[in-house]
């Protein structure tokens, strides 16, 4: 299977669960006409993955993208350091949702799914010297919402109520499930 992405993250959950991942991405503007929140996501996942699809047509191709939202707002991955401090001052204290959508293609299949989760996550109350303390340590520079929950991020996290992997980048539940439905079964996805 090609994994439509960089991350490290997604490879891993992808690969932990037994598929076997190469990973090619494409350039793709990462925006989107759509209305809803949950559609901009998915149809931005869906381009990225579909623009390496288009490469690579007998091949079952996943990419996906996630997002933080709070108070309508969709929050992605900070633009600087200013920018990571003033996220993780919104999150302190509150709750808010991460949204991940996924796609899988394969064109010589006419296989094209493209489906979401959402995962309510709390943060406790964050002081500055916390927040400036993970800057520090570079990880929220390349994450939505600033934070890495399977990383130092998670000393900020009160609670999760959803599926933690969503929150990570990939929600394989909820992905494992909708491709059963294609008739492939967790002893086969070795062989996508």
């Given at each position: 299977m090609i994994l439509a992405s960089k991350s490290p993250r997604r490879k891993e959950i992808l690969e932990d669960?037994?598929?076997?991942?190469?990973?090619i991405s494409a350039q793709v503007e990462?925006?989107?006409?759509?209305?809803?929140?949950?559609?901009?996501?998915?149809?931005?996942?869906?381009?990225?993955?579909m623009a390496v699809a288009k490469m690579h047509p007998d091949e079952f191709v996943v990419g996906a993208d996630t997002i933080v939202e709070v108070d309508g707002k969709i929050i992605g991955k900070?633009?600087?350091?200013?920018?990571a401090f003033n996220t993780l001052k919104i999150l302190s204290g509150r709750e808010h949702n991460v949204i991940t959508a996924y796609s899988l293609i394969n064109l010589s299949k006419k296989i094209d799914i493209t489906d979401y989760d959402i995962t309510k996550v709390s943060f406790r109350e964050l002081s500055d010297n916390m927040i400036k303390?993970?800057?520090?340590?570079?990880e929220p520079m390349d994450k939505a919402g600033s934070y890495g929950i399977q990383g130092k991020g998670a000393v900020?996290?009160?609670g999760i109520?959803?599926?933690?992997?969503?929150?990570?980048?990939?929600p394989i539940g909820k992905f494992v499930e909708k491709i059963s439905q294609l008739?492939?079964?967790?002893?086969?996805?070795?062989?996508?």
């Open positions: 669960t037994g598929f076997k991942i190469q990973i990462e925006t989107s006409s759509k209305d809803s929140i949950t559609d901009k996501i998915m149809d931005i996942a869906r381009k990225k993955t900070p633009k600087n350091e200013d920018d303390w993970y800057i520090s340590t570079n900020f996290v009160n109520n959803g599926d933690f992997f969503s929150v990570m980048g990939f008739g492939i079964e967790l002893k086969e996805i070795e062989n996508i």
